[in-house]
């Protein structure tokens, strides 16, 4: 058989494997277009450092209205970039501020039934390729047109950090993250192989100042509570203490969690919520109460006990002091 034939076969084969013929790929988002960025921030630039966030799984529609599977997010439909921007808003809002730029693109995310229907499988690293594509379309957007060679921070959460994970080990010019600061890699993980294989690009924190690093944990009340999805984590820190053994940190080093009051229409900062140690690789937080951020339509990827869906607000007020301390010892070595 011909050789290049055989090989069409092959990825012919491949790619409906993993992707139904129902299934739809929405058109790729053009960062050019300020309608596929959260508000237009480049013309108000005002702070020395940046924050590029990418946002966690948030997709509404699991199939169009022509009944075909919505594999992914279809960013070019006003719903679905609704459906991100009150996440924007805070991490905006509570991790920006007064004290630093804030941009995040939005991208073709996987839905979250990809993640229930494959959550080890090779054919999610597959589908998650468009994501990766264009959150590293968006970064290069940013660096070339926005950033004018600030000092910046990644940010992300979930499916953000798992797609800004990837950028760290792929991106063409690693010498354009000399002037990260540090990547907040919140509710995802990096494996032993990972580490080995990208000994460079991926030098997980060692304590409260370091720069050029990784940020990375997973909170649970329990170590049986693991996602299967984010089972092998090799990397931690303790964003209360700031430690990466098991030396634990008390509910007084909790500084706050911040969550959105709907009543008042305004966050509350709640002090001292809990305290947390590390456990093979893992936070563990025995002050929590499991039940307030539970699914039950979700149990399968995210038990009882796992809290993944507070990571990035739980310890809001210490990973926002840390983002300026960092920053201070970035620009001021």
């Not at 508000?39 to 169009?64: E, M, Q, R, W």
């Not at 997010?73 to 805070?90: H, M, P, W, Y």
């Not at 919140?186 to 990208?198: H, K, N, P, S, V």
């Not at 049986?224 to 090799?234: D, E, G, L, W």
């Amino acid at each position: 058989m011909n050789r290049k034939i055989a090989l069409f076969i092959f990825f012919f084969i491949a790619y409906n494997s993993v992707f139904p013929q129902s299934a739809f790929i929405p058109p790729p988002p053009d960062y050019d277009n300020e309608t596929y960025w959260y508000s237009n921030d480049s013309k108000t630039v005002t702070h020395a450092v940046d924050i590029f966030y990418v946002y966690p799984t948030l997709g509404t529609a699991f199939k169009d209205s022509l009944g075909r599977e919505m594999i992914y997010t279809d960013v070019s439909k006003t719903d679905e970039r609704l459906a991100a921007i009150g996440n924007q808003r805070f991490n905006k809002e509570v991790y920006a501020g007064d004290e630093f730029n804030f941009f995040s693109p939005y991208y073709r995310q996987i839905t979250m039934a990809v993640y229930e229907d494959s959550p080890n499988d090779y054919r999610l690293k597959a589908k998650s390729q468009i994501p990766v594509n264009d959150i590293a379309t968006a970064f290069q957007y940013y660096l070339n047109n926005i950033n004018q060679g600030r000092a910046f921070i990644l940010l992300g959460h979930s499916q953000g950090s798992s797609v800004l994970l990837e950028l760290l080990k792929n991106h063409p010019h690693p010498e354009d993250f000399s002037q990260m600061v540090a990547a907040y890699l919140i509710g995802w993980q990096i494996t032993e192989d990972e580490l080995a294989e990208y000994p460079e690009r991926l030098k997980p924190a060692q304590n409260a100042d370091d720069t050029g690093v990784i940020i990375l944990y997973n909170s649970l009340t329990n170590i049986k509570a693991k996602s299967p999805r984010i089972n092998q984590s090799v990397v931690c820190i303790n964003p209360l203490n700031w430690k990466t053994d098991a030396t634990p940190a008390d509910k007084s080093e909790h500084l706050g969690i911040v969550r959105f009051n709907k009543v008042k229409a305004a966050y509350d900062t709640i002090p001292h919520f809990t305290g947390a140690y590390i456990h093979d690789h893992y936070l563990i937080c025995p002050d929590v109460d499991p039940s307030t951020v539970f699914q039950e339509s979700l149990k399968e990827l995210f038990p009882l006990g796992n809290l993944h869906f507070m990571d990035s607000w739980l310890y809001a007020v210490n990973l926002k002091i840390n983002m300026l301390n960092r920053s201070k010892k970035f620009l001021n070595p």
